[in-house]
Each structure stands twice: as structure tokens, then as C-alpha cells.
């Protein structure tokens, strides 16, 4: 069974650095594309970059370019987002999903970032 | 940039039908597929359409999904609705470099 597993909810202060992380099991991990995909409270959903761990490449959506980093270790089939400085305006649920054709099969259960001083 | 509109809410009776559309802004990047996303409140997205009409298993022959390339748009019916079809639809494409773009997504009522 294909299963996307993300870290558990932060409470953070603006300024400070952090790394989300999902966890793909039931699959090849190299083998499939990783997206993150970002939804703000109340609001729709935003496509932030998508990562291929087989050969690290990466591509990120113009509006979160230069904010975040997406990477990827394939020894623990793992994908991680991460921010080296929160603002509130990041704010949100974060999503992983698996991709093999441009669009995600399998979603993980999101993970909830809150950055309030 | 290319660009995906959907209209903010639809609703409609149980056991009736209802289509969504999904409408596509020209931009520098040409779209590829149309895919269809639903969302039920406080729970992930899931696939119920992809490659523009196409459906995973299990998921029910009472969602479809075509496209009019006339009016470069797309649309989702829901037949037979059900009260456990209220959520949220979201549309998305993807361009050649496999950058993806989501509609604002479409809040549907069953009433």
C-alpha cells in the first residue's frame, strides 16, 4: 500500500528556520516525483515545487522560489520542505503528493505550520 | 502566466446533476492535461480525475470529466449527487516542464 506519512504540526516564530518532512512507503520512492503543495486557512490550493529524488531535480513555482527548498534523501524515502526564515504569511497546511504524470495520485495527511509571534 | 478559473460555489439537490467548469487563461506555458482534485473538509485532496477524463479505480462512474478545447476549458459532472459529495473540487494542469497550476477551487452544497 502506497502511503505518504508527513511530520507532525509546528508552532514557530517569524524569523525562524524549519524542515517539514514526508515519508513514502508501499513504493519505489526514487522512481516517482514528489510535489508540495501549500493551502493557506480557508483557502484553495498552491503548487510550490516538485522534486524527482532519483536525480534531485527540482522545480519550484515562481511565487515560492528563493523562500523554500525542496530536497529529498532516497536512503529514507523521505522528501523535506524547508524555510530558513518563517514569516506569518507562511502560515498554512503543506502537502505532499506523489507524482508519475504530472498530477498527485497519493496525498499525504498534511502537516499544519503555524508561525505567530 | 497561465492561469485556471473556477467558479466559487455551485449547489444543488441530492440525486440531481452538476457541472463545474474549469477555464484556462492563455499564458506563456501551454497547458497539458486537466486533472480533478476533491477535498473534503479537513481532509487531503484525492484524485477523481486525471489525463482529462480519466478515472482511478474506485472511484465512482458517477463523476466524469471532459474538455472543450473550442473555449479551452474543462468541466466535472456529478451525477446522482449525494450528501457526501459536498466539498471542495479543485482543477489543475500542468505544463511542459511539469510545473502545475490549480483553479481556485469550487465549494459544491448538496442541499
Known amino acids: 500500500e502506497v502511503q505518504l506519512v508527513q511530520s507532525a504540526a509546528e508552532v514557530k516564530k517569524p524569523g525562524d528556520s524549519l524542515k517539514i518532512s514526508c515519508k513514502g512507503s508501499?513504493?519505489?520512492?526514487?522512481?516517482?516525483?514528489i510535489a508540495w503543495v501549500r493551502q493557506m486557512p480557508g483557502k484553495g490550493l498552491e503548487w510550490m515545487g516538485i522534486?524527482?529524488?532519483?536525480?534531485?531535480?527540482?522545480k519550484y513555482s515562481p511565487s515560492f522560489q528563493g523562500r523554500v527548498t525542496i530536497s529529498a534523501d532516497t536512503s529514507i524515502s523521505t522528501a523535506s520542505l524547508q524555510w530558513s526564515s518563517l514569516k506569518a504569511s507562511d502560515t498554512g497546511r503543506y502537502y505532499c503528493?506523489?507524482?508519475?504524470?504530472?498530477?498527485?495520485?497519493?496525498w499525504g495527511q498534511g502537516t499544519l505550520v503555524t508561525v505567530s509571534s | 502566466n497561465f492561469m485556471l478559473t473556477q467558479p466559487h460555489s455551485v449547489s444543488e439537490s441530492p440525486g440531481r446533476t452538476v457541472t463545474i467548469s474549469c477555464t484556462g487563461t492563455?499564458?506563456?506555458?501551454?497547458?497539458?492535461?486537466v486533472q480533478w482534485y476533491q477535498q473534503r473538509p479537513g481532509s487531503a485532496p484525492t484524485i477523481l480525475i486525471y489525463?482529462?477524463?480519466?478515472?482511478p479505480s474506485g472511484v465512482p462512474d458517477r463523476f466524469s470529466a471532459s474538455i472543450d478545447s473550442s473555449s479551452n476549458s474543462a468541466s466535472l459532472t456529478i451525477s446522482g449527487l449525494q450528501t457526501e459529495d459536498e466539498a471542495d473540487y479543485f482543477c489543475q494542469s500542468y505544463d511542459s516542464n511539469n510545473r502545475w497550476v490549480f483553479g481556485g477551487g469550487t465549494k459544491l452544497t448538496v442541499l
Open positions: 522534486i524527482y529524488p532519483g536525480d534531485s531535480d527540482v
Open positions: 492563455s499564458g506563456s506555458s501551454a497547458s497539458t492535461f
Open positions: 508501499g513504493y519505489i520512492f526514487r522512481n516517482y516525483w
Open positions: 503528493a506523489r507524482s508519475d504524470g504530472g498530477w498527485g495520485d497519493y
Open positions: 489525463d482529462d477524463e480519466r478515472r
